[in-house]
């Protein structure tokens, strides 16, 4: 009887796991795996920058966005400089942002900090005309000691 009751619970779970259905969520362009490395492709987006380093108590920022000649006609860039408060949460310490009115923009940044664990968080808008497509990303954390 213990066998029987097994194999038709096996037998429900198999079931209901295969009658689930999955939605996959394409990126704007194109989704490519290349060294198990997801690659995402944008429209108007080729490549974007968001580090952080810090050292002798300057943080420096590099938030940059580089598009595709001819198509990109012009980056927004917003970068904050956010510092960990407690175990999970994080305050803005400074933000900057800029225009550029071409297909590549950047924002460099030497900010001075006191000990603790940062990290910038960036908004990136890349245009071609009025399409336009934004992408967020952050730096790794590094800490000030």
Not at 37 to 43: F, T
Not at 78 to 83: E, F, R, V
Not at 93 to 116: D, P
Request: proline content about 3%.
């Amino acid at each position: 009887m213990r066998k029987k009751t097994l194999a038709i619970i096996l037998s429900l779970v198999l079931l209901l796991g295969f009658s689930i259905p999955i939605q996959a969520v394409n990126p704007p362009e194109l989704q490519q795996n290349i060294d198990d490395e997801l690659v995402l492709r944008y429209a108007y987006t080729n490549h974007v920058v968001t580090n952080l380093s810090i050292a002798s108590n300057i943080a420096y920022i590099d938030a940059s966005l580089s598009g595709y000649p001819g198509t990109t006609t012009k980056v927004e860039i917003t970068a904050k400089l956010q510092k960990k408060t407690l175990l999970f949460f994080w305050s803005d310490v400074e933000s900057w942002s800029g225009t550029f009115n071409t297909y590549r923009g950047s924002i460099y940044k030497a900010y001075g900090v006191s000990s603790g664990t940062y990290r910038v968080v960036a908004t990136y808008k890349a245009y071609s005309g009025s399409a336009s497509e934004t992408i967020n990303a952050q730096s790794g954390n590094a800490t000030c000691p």
